[in-house]
């Protein structure tokens, strides 16, 4: 499979021009609220409300229907109901649209009616070159294009991201831009593709794929329309980005769920492990999990071995780390002896005395008697002998300062720096600058390792097809 047979989505995140079919007044209907949304978040293009009982709404010149707009038209998003979608999906292919989004219920997730009334629509769009997303979903996030279809009841952030997501749950693309954007994360754009009519997975992960700006990228499956396209298109994007999948549908009544909520036939579990291990995708195994990998992999460098250092002042949280390391085959060795000497040398007179110098290294009340200067100077002292540092600290993530050393020793070592904030409800802003500066961030130790373990994996994969393209 070729690289041009993957579509270029350019004017679905990056739109001059919008027209919203079903646009309504009522800024509690859909289509007043998408509306209402595009003009608060400043979309820079035209916005053409299409609604033939209405002028103007919003101060808007208002059209009877898409083919009457005198300009060209980059989206359609469609709030009309199921009944009314075919008739809008042919004037779109009239105007010669180039993206439609379909919010509208009632299709493949129904049965073989709705299934056969979906492939209608899908027909009738592509006669006219207009591709399609859903239908059955939420749209569209793109803070490049200043669109928000997803959570259009509330202002998100529209700052510029380099994460890709694309969902078949709308719940789940709500959830990454919600709890996702509120730990720090920024999106290239975020896809709630329902039943896959028409685009596809695929597609965005392949676009995805050969987009600079986009450097991680996550998706949300219950079913593929086509399983060996899926593994060519994800196969040749997994070396040059991590592809993180959730796959819903794993237990038998899971994939009887995804059958009712996106007419996806969930398929094997197992064959979806296989495929992971075959193409290098990083599993995620539910929301949480998801999010944290994400977060994970903006940490702009990998770990290269298992060795673990942690810095610490909370020893609960270091026995939960090195339980934690044991699952996720991750070892914390004692350092060298001249390094526990420095370590013990410096630190002598700035925190209490304790034996806990070889790793973990026990800095109790260190942010209280001499800042967070001590953590940073240790950690300059452990990096050149570990893969990977563990901070959990009572020390301020808000000081700039602090993270910009944590992020030159981890930029100077080409080693990856993860904190645990031992006072997390006090730390959300600074947690939020340090994700966005590739430091991630974890409320609990074990996410943290966790997630740490699955850079290692990734690694080590990339190490691997290295070997196998030298040979």
Known sequence: MMDHEIPDLKYLFEPRS??????????????GMFIRRLLEDEFAGQIYPINRKET??????????????????????????????????EDCARKKVKFAVVHAV???????????????????????????????????????????????????????????????????????????????????????????????????????????????????????????????IVGRVCPRKPVIIWKGGSSEMGAKSATSHTGSLAGSYQVFQAMCRQTGIIPAFGMEDIIDLAIAFTSPVLPHGNNLGLLIEVGGGGVAAADACAREGLEIRQFSTGVQDKLAEYLKGKVPPSNNRRNPVDLVWAPFVGGSKIFVDCMEMIMPEIDACLV????????????????????????????????????????????????????????????????????????????????
């Open 392 to 471: 959990m600290t009572f020390a301020l993530l808000h000081e700039d300062w602090f993270r910009q050393r944590m992020t030159e020793l981890r930029d100077k070592y080409k080693k990856p720096v993860v904190v645990v904030p031992a006072n997390a409800p006090d730390q959300v802003e600074g947690s939020v600058k340090a994700v966005k500066e590739g430091l991630p961030i974890y409320i609990m130790p074990e996410n943290a390792v966790h997630c740490i373990g699955a850079m290692l994996k990734r690694a080590r994969y990339l190490e691997r097809i290295s070997i196998a393209v030298s040979r």
């Open 18 to 31: 919008v027209a919203v079919v079903g646009a309504s007044k009522d800024e509690f209907k859909s289509g």
């Open 56 to 89: 103007e709404i919003m101060g808007l010149k208002c059209y009877s229907s898409v083919s009457e707009i005198p300009g060209e038209v980059d989206l359609a998003i469609l709030t009309v109901p199921a009944q009314a979608i075919l008739e809008s999906a």
């Open 106 to 232: 009632g299709f493949s997730e129904l049965g073989n009616e709705g299934r056969e009334f979906e492939g209608k629509v899908v027909r009738a769009a592509q006669a006219g070159g207009t591709r399609l997303i859903g239908p059955n979903c939420m749209g569209i996030y793109t803070s490049r294009g200043k669109i928000n279809t997803i959570v259009p009841y509330t202002a998100l952030p529209m700052e510029p991201g380099n994460v890709g997501v694309v969902g078949q749950s709308g719940w789940v693309s709500e959830m990454f831009l919600r709890h996702g954007g509120e730990r720090g994360l920024r999106f290239s754009g975020v896809i709630s593709i329902g039943n896959q009519s028409d685009l596809r997975v695929e597609d965005l992960i392949g676009y995805w794929g050969r987009d600079p700006r986009t450097t991680v990228i996550a998706a949300y499956v219950e079913g593929l329309k086509d399983a060996h396209r899926f593994i060519e």
